[in-house]
């Protein structure tokens, strides 16, 4: 079991920055691929960024160049520095943790999410 708390978001002009940070505790975080999704009202859920266990990244287009998700395994931590807001990056952000055991058995768990809001 995997718990995931998100911290960082907040009310931010366009062009400005905020870094979003999850922190997981419960199980054995290095072994997790990390994630982060965000969900705008009205739209499905999206994949923002996702990092491997051994630290590969890749990024939507609509946030390439802009977003940077890294993590902390000693501080079991995973972030996301987002640069350059847009009023289009206004979304719940959700943390997400995903590890597919040697059985194919695949545990994923979800943080509460944290409230970006960018203002035009």
């Known amino acids: 079991q995997v718990q995931l708390v998100e911290s960082g978001g907040g009310l931010v002009q366009a062009g400005g920055s905020l870094r979003l940070s999850c922190a997981a505790s419960?199980?054995?975080?290095?072994?997790?691929?990390m994630a982060w999704y965000r969900q705008a009202p009205g739209k499905q859920r999206e994949l923002v960024a996702h990092?491997?266990?051994?630290?590969?990244?890749n990024y939507a287009d609509s946030v390439k160049g802009r977003f940077t998700i890294s993590r902390d395994n000693a501080k079991n931590t995973v972030y996301l520095q987002m640069n350059g807001l847009k009023p289009e990056d206004t979304a719940v952000y959700y943390c997400?943790?995903?590890?597919?055991?040697?059985?194919?058995?695949?545990?994923?768990?979800w943080g509460q999410g944290t409230q970006v809001t960018v203002s035009s």
């Open positions: 997400n943790a995903h590890w597919e055991r040697y059985d194919n058995r695949v545990y994923d768990y």
């Open positions: 419960g199980s054995i975080f290095s072994i997790y691929d």
């Open positions: 990092i491997t266990s051994g630290g590969s990244t």
